[in-house]
């Protein structure tokens, strides 16, 4: 993982507009695949992709809530950070504070920018599916409104 600006984190009112981005969260079940799905969906000359810390089991509540917003993760598959080790982005974005430290360690040497956009893991939600549906919808929301702010082009209109 490596390429992108001399800064190793910016501030998101600073950041330029990149080409290319890594959302990482604990597994890449749920956190770090949406927000894959909703960047594929909203920008669509960004190349974007998605890992773990360790690679996970896919969450289908992820898929039920995506397609409610007629998003889709296709046929990807979690995967860890490990597995793109060659890769290069301009962007590591991580979703979980166990992600950033990890991502810092992994890229200490590399002139890449990583932001952290801390957000809640809806599957430590308990109660009706209703809620547990709430708790992942809300992430989706959030996920995506950070997307708008700091990717999505000036003028750019939201869904």
């Not at 969906?41 to 960004?46: F, T």
């Not at 992709?49 to 007629?70: F, H, N, Q, T």
């Not at 979690?78 to 992600?99: G, K, R």
């Amino acid at each position: 993982m490596s390429r992108g600006s001399a800064d190793r984190q910016t501030s998101p009112g600073a950041a330029r507009p990149v080409s290319s981005v890594l959302f990482v969260c604990g597994m890449n079940a749920i956190r770090s695949p949406m927000a894959e799905a909703v960047t594929r969906a909203l920008l669509p000359k960004v190349y974007t992709v998605s890992a773990g810390v360790r690679k996970g089991d896919a969450d289908p509540i992820v898929g039920a809530v995506l397609a409610e917003r007629g998003l889709t993760l296709g046929l990807r598959q979690p995967q860890s950070m490990e597995e793109l080790a060659d890769s290069y982005f301009d962007l590591i974005v991580t979703l979980a504070p166990e992600a950033h430290h990890v991502a810092l360690d992994l890229t200490g040497a590399q002139a890449v920018e990583v932001e952290y956009w801390p957000m809640p893991d809806p599957s430590a939600v308990e109660g009706s599916r209703a809620q547990i549906l709430d708790a992942y919808r809300d992430v989706l929301s959030r996920i995506e409104a950070k997307i708008m702010e700091r990717l999505a082009p000036a003028g750019a209109p939201a869904r």
